[in-house]
């Protein structure tokens, strides 16, 4: 389905998680412009530097490229520019990947999300 085919012109979550680059490129974006808004962004980090982890199980990327999406997405269903509600759906959507797959989240994900904290969250 292209984007032409929505009404309200956003882009489907499997169109991101199809292109990593532009994930990628979207995922710092934000992240960068709201971490300090984010009580989940040390977990938010760690599940990303999971999903594009080359041993990381096929089906545990998809999972986490799906919330990851989600959370890049600028249509919500509740907007992020709400003080502390706009960030309950991404956080929701992103707890429930991250305790799906949480076995797979390894300390050097979560080092590699503290590091990127310490150094103002430039991608390595």
């Known amino acids: 389905m292209n984007t032409s085919q929505h009404g309200v012109g956003f882009e489907p ?5 199809e292109n990593p680059d532009e994930l990628r490129r979207r995922f710092w974006l934000k992240m960068k412009r709201l971490a300090v808004k984010l009580p989940f962004a040390e977990d938010l980090l760690a599940a990303y530097y999971c999903a594009f982890d080359r041993a990381t199980p ?10 990851l999406a989600y959370f890049v997405l600028p249509f919500d ?3 992020d520019l709400m003080p502390m509600l706009g960030f309950a ?6 707890a ?9 989240i390894t300390p050097e994900h979560r080092a590699a999300a ?6 103002g969250l430039t991608e390595d």
């Open 89 to 94: 759906d991404d956080a929701a959507v992103l």
């Open 58 to 67: 096929r089906h545990v990327q998809v999972a986490l490229l799906g919330a």
């Open 96 to 104: 429930t990947a991250i305790r799906l797959v949480a076995g797979n």
């Open 13 to 17: 979550a499997d169109h991101l998680a």
């Open 77 to 79: 269903f509740v907007t």
């Open 114 to 119: 503290q590091a990127a904290m310490q150094r």
